[in-house]
């Protein structure tokens, strides 16, 4: 069993609003000061005593740039979790491992993002680090990339394309329930799915994610000192990172191809936290693009190639009645996206009640990392009474 | 000779590929083939992580294989700006049976009448140009409208 089971929790939560991309007001250096600042005043915490900083991906605001206006006393641990999206409960095992080693006591796990003069925000992301195969023949952009995953899911292996639009659809309905969501206004009905451009098939507008400006962070202590802070602790009971032989940067090599790569980190969070797929109260699943979302259900145990058009359908996706409440405060396509890390959040608020779209009495939340990342990881929380 | 390809590098990904690309503007469409185990490693590497061998055997082979995934781009992405003019334009990803099933990316040209995963392709190879950001290309065809 592993040794940071329950150790662990998140008891603090920042966020700044979601700018459309390239208006933020600040700069992503100082929204990120203000998210952790906003996530030590929830937990109760000084943010001077912030001593272990993890961010993931192409992260900048790092912390040594952040210790100044933090009154930082000492930083005693900093790390990046690799490599994009697919780091980010990464980043979280690495928090949880830095708190029971003695490594770090209150550990800042965060993201910031915030446009540049012209560059878009997925140029950053990729950190100009993408094979020249991708580029030669046209293909540049995740949507592109995991198009040929989609293609592959739904010519292949026979998932019907009904549950990308499933995926979507519950993603902008939780988001008219949320005053912060990005995408509140927008009604995804069938029509307006379907008739949406193209961008790169079989992917339309409403398949992929935004890309906004703004920070996310959460703070993590021990669970001794969780009990004593203003917050219900969100645990963690388990937040594996990695790949299985086969994963890793292969070009389009990679087997299994057409899900998201999570099959071994899954395996390993179920093993880790001792539940499984069953037991789960609501799920927070990244997408970058919906047929992801789809991959990441299968990976997890969720439904299989031939089951997922049965498990996948709106009705089931929603809270409060579906059985498999899905991206409940819109997630990355309908409420914002700042790297996923908005995901980290809403698992929490589930946890503690607060969710907008409030799964009744929600105690295992379950929170996936950037799919079809060429490393990728995924984290189970839960409430006091599943430790 | 000088290689068009290194005077335009792209730096990302594993970065092992030059004598691909050197194959592949010289009009030869070779990949690598560890020289203890003949396991084929695509994309290339520095070390057979199969058997620990660091001798890679260039292999020439003749493009043909059969379309694993595909995607039609309907968006003038920044990177590839270069081809915006192209849009709508399918790119393809070819397994080739000969070489362990590796996939190998490239545009497809011709028709697109019965596109479908599992169809078989034929390799054409292109010299640099601009639309390829000056690296020599594989263009496939659909074996059916040759």
Known sequence: MSTIRGKTAIVGVGQTPYYKRGTSPDPELKLCVRAIVDACE?????????????????????????????????????????????????????????????????????????????????????????????????????????????????????????????????????????????????????????????????????????????????????????????????????????????SGAREENIHPYSTAGQAGVAR???????????????????????????????????????????????????????????????????EGFIHGMGLMAEAVRQLRGTSTNQVPDAKLSLMTGGPGDTLTSTALFGTEETL | MQFSYEQHRIIGGIGADDEYWRALEQGEFKLPRCSGCGQWTWPAHYRCGVCGSWEFVWTPLEPVGTVYAWTRTCYAFERVKERAADVPYVTVLAEIPAAGNARVMGILQGSEENLRIGAAVRGLILPPSEKSKHYPSIQWTLEAHR
């Open chain 1, 268 to 334: 390993r969070m179920w093993a880790e936290s001792g539940y499984a797929p069953k037991d789960v109260d609501v799920l927070q699943v990244y997408q970058n693009m919906t047929g992801m979302g789809v991959g990441a259900l299968i990976d997890h145990g969720f439904c299989t190639f031939e089951n997922a058009g049965e498990v996948i359908r709106f009705e089931n996706l929603i809270a409060p009645n579906g059985a498999l409440p899905c991206n409940t405060s819109g997630g990355d396509l309908a």
């Open chain 1, 42 to 246: 929830e937990a109760g915490i000084q943010p001077s005593e912030v001593d272990g900083f993890i961010s993931y991906a192409s992260e900048r605001s790092d912390a040594q740039k952040l210790m100044p206006a933090l009154g930082t006393r000492e930083v005693r641990f900093a790390a990046l979790s690799w490599i994009h999206g697919g780091g980010i409960p990464g980043a979280l095992s690495i928090a949880a491992s830095a708190i029971v080693a003695g490594q770090a006591s209150v550990v800042a796990v965060y993201r910031s993002m915030a446009e540049s003069a012209g560059q878009r925000l997925r140029i950053n992301v990729a950190q100009n680090d993408t094979a020249a195969q991708y580029l030669v023949n046209g293909l540049e952009s995740p949507v592109q990339i995991l198009a040929l995953r989609a293609q592959r899911l739904i010519e292949a292996d026979g998932v019907p394309a009904e549950t990308l639009r499933a995926m979507a659809q519950a993603c902008y309905y939780h988001a008219r329930n949320n005053p912060r969501a990005y995408g509140r206004n927008t009604v995804l009905d069938d029509q307006t799915y379907a008739n949406a451009r193209m961008i790169s098939e079989p992917y339309r507008l409403f398949d992929c994610s935004r890309e906004n400006d703004g920070a996310c962070a959460v703070i993590v202590v021990s669970a001794e000192r969780a009990k004593h802070l203003k917050q219900k602790p969100a645990y963690i009971l388990s937040a594996p990172m990695g790949g299985l032989e086969g």
